[in-house]
Nanobody, 116 residues
Framework: QVQLVESGGGLVQAGGSLRLSCAAS????????MGWYRQAPGKRELVATI??????NYADFVKGQSTISRDNAKNTVYLQMNSLKPENTAVYYC???????????WGQGTQVTVSS
C-alpha cells in the first residue's frame, strides 16, 4: 500500500510563493508517476505531473508559474508555486500512479489560500 502526506500549504499574499511537498511511503518505485491536482467541482483538476524519468506535464493555467520536481531518494514530489494569485486558491492533492497497474493513490490534500 502507498501513503501520501502533503505539506507546505498555507496563507500567502498575492505575488508570493509556496512550495508544496508530498512524501510517499510504503511500496514505492521510482518508476511510479507522481503529480499534483487541485479540487474542482465534481473532479480533481490536473496541475502538474512528473514521471520517474523526469518528464513533466503542466496544466495551461500554471505554465510559467509553477514547477514540479521529485527527489526519488526521498520519495518526495514538490510543487514550487510563484507569483501566486487568488485564482490559485484551492485544496491541492498529491497523486501517485502505480507503474504497471496504473492504480491511483491520493493524499488528504493541503489548503492553499492566496489573499489579494
Amino acid at each position: 500500500q502507498v501513503q501520501l502526506v502533503e505539506s507546505g500549504g498555507g496563507l500567502v499574499q498575492a505575488g508570493g510563493s509556496l512550495r508544496l511537498s508530498c512524501a510517499a511511503s510504503g511500496s514505492i518505485s521510482s518508476n511510479d508517476g507522481m503529480g499534483w491536482y487541485r479540487q474542482a467541482p465534481g473532479k480533481r483538476e490536473l496541475v502538474a505531473t512528473i514521471t520517474g524519468g523526469g518528464s513533466t506535464n503542466y496544466a495551461d493555467f500554471v505554465k510559467g508559474q509553477s514547477t514540479i520536481s521529485r527527489d526519488n531518494a526521498k520519495n518526495t514530489v514538490y510543487l514550487q508555486m510563484n507569483s501566486l494569485k487568488p485564482e490559485n486558491t484551492a485544496v491541492y492533492y498529491c497523486n501517485l500512479v502505480r507503474f504497471g497497474t496504473r492504480r491511483n493513490y491520493w493524499g488528504q490534500g493541503t489548503q492553499v489560500t492566496v489573499s489579494s
